[in-house]
C-alpha cells in the first residue's frame, strides 16, 4: 500500500510564502507524474501544477509565475513552493501521484490534503 502525506500549510498572510511538502511511503518501485491540486470551500478539486518524473512542468493560468512545483525522487518526496500568496489562494490543497508499486503495477494515489489560508 501508499500513502501520501501533505504538510506544510497554513495561515499566511497576503504576500507572503509557503512550501508545501507531499512525502510518499509505503510500496513504491517508482513514482511517475505527480500533481498538486486544490479545492475552495463550495468548489471543484482544480489543478493547479504537475510534474513529470524527469521534472518537466506545468501550471494553471492563475498560479503560474508564483508557485513553483519540484521533486526529490530519492526522498519520494514532492514540492510546492508559492510566494505573492494571494486570498483567493485559499484552499485545501491535495498531492496526487501515479505510483507504481511493484513493476508494471501502477495505481493512482491522493493525499490527505493541507490546509492553505491567506488573509488579506
Known amino acids: 500500500q501508499v500513502q501520501l502525506v501533505e504538510s506544510g500549510g497554513g495561515l499566511v498572510q497576503a504576500g507572503g510564502s509557503l512550501r508545501l511538502s507531499c512525502v510518499a511511503s509505503?510500496?513504491?518501485?517508482?513514482?511517475?507524474?505527480a500533481a498538486w491540486y486544490r479545492q475552495a470551500p463550495g468548489k471543484q478539486r482544480d489543478l493547479v501544477a504537475t510534474i513529470t518524473r524527469v521534472g518537466s512542468t506545468s501550471y494553471s493560468d492563475s498560479v503560474k509565475g508564483r508557485f513553483t512545483v519540484s521533486r526529490d525522487n530519492a526522498k519520494k518526496t514532492v514540492y510546492l513552493q508559492m510566494n505573492s500568496l494571494k486570498p483567493e489562494d485559499t484552499a485545501v490543497y491535495y498531492c496526487?501521484?501515479?505510483?507504481?508499486?511493484?513493476?508494471?503495477?501502477?495505481?493512482?494515489?491522493w493525499g490527505q490534503g493541507t490546509q492553505v489560508t491567506v488573509s488579506s
Open positions: 496526487n501521484a501515479h505510483v507504481e508499486s511493484t513493476p508494471l503495477r501502477t495505481s493512482d494515489y
Open positions: 509505503g510500496t513504491i518501485f517508482r513514482i511517475h507524474d
